[in-house]
């Protein structure tokens, strides 16, 4: 089993920023991958990015590249998406995602409001 917390959501006006912070605990040496997904309100949970655990190369949306920042911290089992020029359509509760060899493990969320 892998435990996944986000933290680090809340409200931002529009071109300000915030770090989301997501910890692993349990088995965490079964992670290869972490993602970020988001979902807004009335709409389907969506890919933000995602880092390959060993290595650290990342993927993201089209529509947050240059924008967001995935890393990672092995030691404290620990990955963050920096969010810089928010945007009010950025506005979803967050979610990360562990990829293992057993199966995806999810965090409860985290919301975040950009306000216009």
């Known amino acids: 089993q892998v435990q996944l917390v986000e933290s680090g959501g809340g409200l931002v006006q529009a071109g300000g920023s915030l770090r989301l912070s997501c910890a692993a605990s349990?088995?965490?040496?079964?992670?290869?991958?972490m993602d970020w997904f988001r979902q807004a309100p009335g709409k389907e949970r969506e890919f933000v990015a995602r880092?390959?655990?060993?290595?650290?190369?990342?993927v993201y949306a089209d529509s947050v590249k240059g924008r967001f920042s995935i890393s990672r911290d092995s030691d404290k089992n620990t990955t963050y998406l920096q969010m810089n020029s928010l945007k009010p359509e950025d506005t979803a509760v967050y979610y990360c995602?562990?990829?293992?060899?057993?199966?995806?493990?999810w965090g409860q969320g985290t919301q975040v409001t950009v306000s216009s």
């Open positions: 995602t562990g990829g293992t060899s057993v199966g995806n493990y």
């Open positions: 880092i390959f655990w060993s290595g650290g190369s990342t």
């Open positions: 349990g088995r965490t040496f079964r992670i290869w991958t």
